[in-house]
């Protein structure tokens, strides 16, 4: 008999348990997802329609857009941690950064494209800075205190609240939390720490405000504390979740506040309203299994200052949710679910093929 070529026709799975495993396309229409050791480009309206992204050979530990989708950046565990740059519309590896060991923590691009950040798991304890014009390092910090989370906030402001050449970082770990400043052009790194008063906290994710005039810092505690910029000083703590903040996104709400959207390890997708020293629940909708991710929904169609904004939710139960979220209220229906733990043992019956003869 003469063998026959089988096409694959759709491939499920979805690595919930990666840092930030889940991102969407600004044209509103693809998604990116990590999927053990490849990465998943999907049509959000056809599932059957995917690309694969090949280039680690273990799992991949964390994931990241690019601000207009030029570049998807992902990175792995293991003594081969390898950071892969591709690019987008071709679908084409652009770099392998091959600096860390152990394993990658964080990865990350700042919002004009130019510098990408990248931060080793315990054992490696390296933060390194990119320039993705040439692919070559920009600033190299070795024997970093454990760090578990880390962001970009965009340009420093000077006195007079004018972007400067300088570039803001932010890092956060186990009762430390600081606020750097990088000079591309020596390279040069200088940090500073925030003043947490009696606060003690194991941080877990970090966003900047649009603004930039907060850095908002969520915790193992369930909580996120909101931290002037300028001052590093700490103005609010805010119960979230409980089980721990594991994702976080900033927005600005219809009514010009910040929105944060909180994904707890309960299951939790919870907004929140306020401007720095305090902060209401607007709405929120429960998942199954810790919110690992969450993205807001891009495209033509999209209206920043709508009162219902869609999303795509990211679980540690190997799920994929669209999230819709409006004052008060919120609704969730599953996209994708999957094996989020080995799958042991095959069921003892098999079940017919819809193509048998009768």
């Not at 000079?183 to 947490?196: C, F, H, Q, R, W």
Request: aromatic share 6%; charged share 20%.
């Amino acid at each position: 008999m003469a063998a026959v070529a089988l096409e694959l026709e759709h491939a499920i799975g979805f690595s919930g348990s990666a840092r930030s495993p889940l991102h969407v396309h600004p044209d509103g229409h693809e998604m990116a997802y990590a999927s053990g050791a490849c990465v998943v480009i999907g049509d959000i309206n056809d599932p059957h329609k995917q690309a694969f992204l090949r280039g680690h050979d273990n799992l991949i530990s964390c994931l990241t857009m690019s601000r207009s989708g030029r570049y998807l950046v992902s990175a792995q565990t293991g003594d081969n941690a390898d950071v892969v740059v591709w690019d987008w519309e071709s679908r084409q590896l652009v770099y392998r950064m091959q600096e860390h060991d152990h394993g990658v923590m964080h990865v990350s691009i700042t919002e004009d494209e130019r510098f990408m950040l990248t931060v080793g798991v315990k054992g490696d304890n390296k933060m390194v800075v990119w320039d993705l014009t040439n692919g070559c390092i920009v600033s190299n910090r070795p024997n970093m205190e454990t760090t578990t989370c880390a962001c970009w906030g965009g340009r420093k402001k000077s006195i007079k609240g004018r972007d400067t050449t300088e570039y803001l970082i932010a890092t956060g770990g186990d009762r430390s939390l600081k606020i750097w400043t990088l000079d591309p052009a020596s390279g040069g790194l200088t940090d500073e720490k925030v003043n947490l008063g009696n606060q003690v906290r194991s941080f877990t994710r970090l966003a900047f405000s649009e603004s930039r005039d907060y850095l908002y810092a969520a915790s193992s505690s369930g909580d996120f504390s909101a931290v002037h910029v300028r001052s590093l000083t700490l103005h609010s703590v805010t119960q979230a979740c409980s089980n721990g903040v594991l994702s976080l996104l900033v927005q600005t709400s219809p009514a010009g506040e910040d929105q944060l959207i909180v994904g707890g390890g309960d299951g939790s997708l919870s907004v929140f309203e306020g401007s720095g020293r305090s902060y209401r629940k607007a709405a929120g909708v429960e998942l199954q299994g810790g919110v690992s991710a969450v993205v807001a929904m891009g495209g033509p169609d999209a209206a920043p200052g709508g009162d219902v904004r869609a999303y795509l939710a990211g679980t540690e139960r190997g799920g994929i949710f669209h999230v819709e979220l409006s004052h008060g209220q919120g609704r969730a229906a599953p996209m994708l679910e999957s094996h989020f733990e080995p799958v042991r043992r095959a069921p003892s019956h098999t079940l017919a093929s819809p193509y048998a003869p009768p």
